[in-house]
Every structure is written in structure tokens, then in C-alpha cells.
T-cell receptor
Framework: GENVEQHPSTLSVQEGDSAVIKCTYS??????FPWYKQELGKRPQLIID?????GEKKDQRIAVTLNKTAKHFSLHITETQPEDSAVYFC???????????FGTGTSLTVIP | GAVVSQHPSWVICKSGTSVKIECRSL??????MFWYRQFPKQSLMLMAT?????????EQGVEKDKFLINHASLTLSTLTVTSAHPEDSSFYIC???????????FGDGTRLSIL
């Protein structure tokens, strides 16, 4: 089955700096890669996603890049704000079937 | 946007009790629902995938007789933790999708505490 690895597990940045979280996946058949933000005790919320036919996608301060050859994708948050502090999960979806496999999560702290 | 309602949000009960958790898609018909378990400061671990009208597909290591899943309609799936014990204490979250390869919409989760 699919194996998704995520790094780093914790990340602290100063407000206004950029944050980058990286994920790798093992199954080349995966073709959909969402990113979720989860605040403590709350539901994961989709913040951005990318499909395998696209190399990069941007939405305001958030961007995601995908390297299919290397099987890794990254989340980039620019001009970080304290409200960006949360746990971020990457995920990969197989081409067949509906399972999403999540990374281990990154706890992001933005220091004011 | 798509809304998934999960109930109850918090359950505290004695060891040996069976607990039922409901997951409803409120404004769309969910072809598939998923059940996850999340321990503190850890990732979401997929327990099972549930399609309406068919038996759930369980992930390796998940006891199907322990975690009973019923997906009777396109808007409702239930997870029953049978004869719960303290080690079953966890945060259980459901999610639903309208069709494959689309974003999952999550419920608010259920915090289960077994005494």
C-alpha cells in the first residue's frame, strides 16, 4: 500500500517568515495530493490540493509543488501569521479506490 | 460548502460498554465515508472505508468485530465500538466524499474516553 512520509514533525518560524513542509509518497499511481490544517481538537480542514497533471498550485499565501518523478510534494506558506499555527497533514490518494493516506503531520508554530 | 456532522462529540463511559458514533453528510450524498482514529499529537490512521449498501473495507490490524461499521444510506454511516476498553480511548473522526478522488470533508470528531 501507499506510504506517505512527512517532514519536519515540528516547525517554528518567526511571524512573516516562510514555512515549508515536505512529503514523499511511495506509490507512483497516486494522483491526488491534498493538504489539511488541523487546529487542536478540531476537524482537519482542506487548505489546498494538487493533482498529478499539475506541477504547482498557488492560493494567496499558500502554494503546493509536486515532483512526480521524485514522488514528493511540498507545502509553502509565505508571510506566516500566528493564526497559521496548527498541525498540517499531507495526504496521497491512489488512482484506483478511494483511500487517502495521511502523512504523520507537522506542528507549525508561528512566533509573533 | 459540504458539511459533515458527527455525533456525539464527546463520550465518557465504563469499560465494557458499546458506543455508537454517527456520521452524516448534511448537504450532499456521500458515496464513500471513512473512519479514522487519531491519538494525541499523531496522524489520522485510516480504520475503514465504507460504501453505501456494502460491507466496509477494514485496514490491516483493525478488528472488524470490534469496530462495527454500518453505511445504511448515502448520508449516514455509523461506527460502533463494541465492548469498549480503556485502550479504545481515542479521537475518532469520520469523513465523506461525493465521488472518488475528491477532497474529503471531515466531521468534528468524537472524543471517546473509556474508564
Amino acid at each position: 500500500g501507499e506510504n506517505v512520509e512527512q517532514h519536519p514533525s515540528t516547525l517554528s518560524v518567526q511571524e512573516g517568515d516562510s514555512a515549508v513542509i515536505k512529503c514523499t509518497y511511495s506509490d507512483s499511481a497516486s494522483n491526488y495530493f491534498p493538504w489539511y490544517k488541523q487546529e487542536l481538537g478540531k476537524r482537519p480542514q482542506l487548505i489546498i490540493d494538487i493533482r498529478s497533471n499539475v506541477g504547482e498550485k498557488k492560493d494567496q499565501r499558500i502554494a503546493v509543488t509536486l515532483n512526480k518523478t521524485a514522488k514528493h510534494f511540498s507545502l509553502h506558506i509565505t508571510e506566516t501569521q500566528p493564526e497559521d499555527s496548527a498541525v498540517y497533514f499531507c495526504a496521497a490518494s491512489l488512482n484506483t479506490g478511494n483511500q487517502f493516506y495521511f502523512g504523520t503531520g507537522t506542528s507549525l508554530t508561528v512566533i509573533p | 460548502g459540504a458539511v459533515v456532522s458527527q455525533h456525539p462529540s464527546w463520550v465518557i463511559c465504563k469499560s465494557g460498554t458499546s458506543v455508537k458514533i454517527e456520521c452524516r453528510s448534511l448537504d450532499f450524498q456521500a458515496t464513500t465515508m471513512f473512519w479514522y482514529r487519531q491519538f494525541p499529537k499523531q496522524s489520522l490512521m485510516l480504520m475503514a472505508t465504507s460504501n453505501e449498501g456494502s460491507k466496509a473495507t477494514y485496514e490491516q490490524g483493525v478488528e472488524k468485530d470490534k469496530f462495527l461499521i454500518n453505511h445504511a444510506s448515502l448520508t449516514l454511516s455509523t461506527l460502533t465500538v463494541t465492548s469498549a476498553h480503556p485502550e479504545d480511548s481515542s479521537f475518532y473522526i469520520c469523513s465523506a466524499i461525493f465521488y472518488s478522488n475528491q477532497p474529503q470533508h471531515f466531521g468534528d470528531g468524537t472524543r471517546l474516553s473509556i474508564l
